[in-house]
């Protein structure tokens, strides 16, 4: 017999593959060699990345779940290798790169399902919502946007409330840093991500609530199907 968790434990990860793989699309591409670059302008950013802008301090959050940085990154590229990484004197493959990012992703995904912040909920979201929940936390820290995740939370425990989504949406793009982006370049980057994400928080409302197609139409979309063509 199928176990139903088991099959939940193979989907869940499968989704947390290919959204690794989206979050890789729109970051650092590998050189020639196959390589990923190594930690982007070290030195100058209080909070170096590397490989698909995984970050590279222990105290990037200031969060339990990121002070395992160095373990994360060293459960993929080899014991004691953290700092040679992330001075540039060991490569990391495109496949090592990804691996850390799907990592990252995982614990963040199982941070927010322990915390107060969503909960369980978490698995009343669409598998699109799961996805930029774990953009959010990824690129802009695990602690942030608590008033959109609570307002998410809301809106999952009340999904036929289009009010409790939008309210979620502007809530998340109600962000100094991008109204700031927004005002000085509106196809920033950063800016379309996160109106894209804001976007996927407002349409979680038609997934939740499909539109009914009436009965007539469906007769006459039957009727369709079944007439042979001349």
Do not use: C
Request: charged share 30%; hydrophobic share 25%; proline share 6%.
């Amino acid at each position: 017999m199928v176990n139903l968790a088991d099959l939940y434990s193979i989907s869940e990860q499968l989704r947390l593959i290919q959204n690794a793989q989206q979050v890789a699309d729109m970051e650092s591409s590998p050189d020639d060699s196959g390589y990923l670059p190594y930690a982007k302008r070290l030195g100058k950013e209080k909070h170096p990345t590397i490989g698909y802008g995984t970050y590279l301090s222990h105290l990037d959050f200031n969060s339990p779940v990121d002070r395992q940085g160095r373990y994360r990154v060293e459960e993929v590229t080899g014991h004691g290798t953290y700092d040679q990484v992330r001075q540039g004197k060991v490569p990391l493959p495109k496949d090592q790169g990804l691996q850390i990012l799907l990592t990252t992703l995982r614990d963040f995904r199982d941070h927010q399902k322990k915390s107060h912040r969503l909960g369980e909920d978490f698995n009343k979201a669409s598998w699109q919502l799961k996805n930029t929940i774990e953009d959010i936390a990824y690129r802009e820290g695990i602690n942030s946007s608590p008033e959109t995740m609570k307002k998410i939370r809301w809106a999952l425990n009340h999904p036929d409330s289009k009010w409790g989504w939008n309210q979620a949406a502007n809530e998340y793009l109600n962000h100094k840093g991008y109204k700031r982006r927004k005002k000085e370049s509106p196809n920033d980057g950063v800016v379309k991500r996160m109106e894209r994400n804001a976007q996927i928080i407002r349409s979680e409302y038609e997934r939740k609530n499909p539109k009914q197609i009436p009965y007539s139409e469906l007769r006459e979309r039957s009727k369709q199907l079944r007439t042979p063509p001349r």
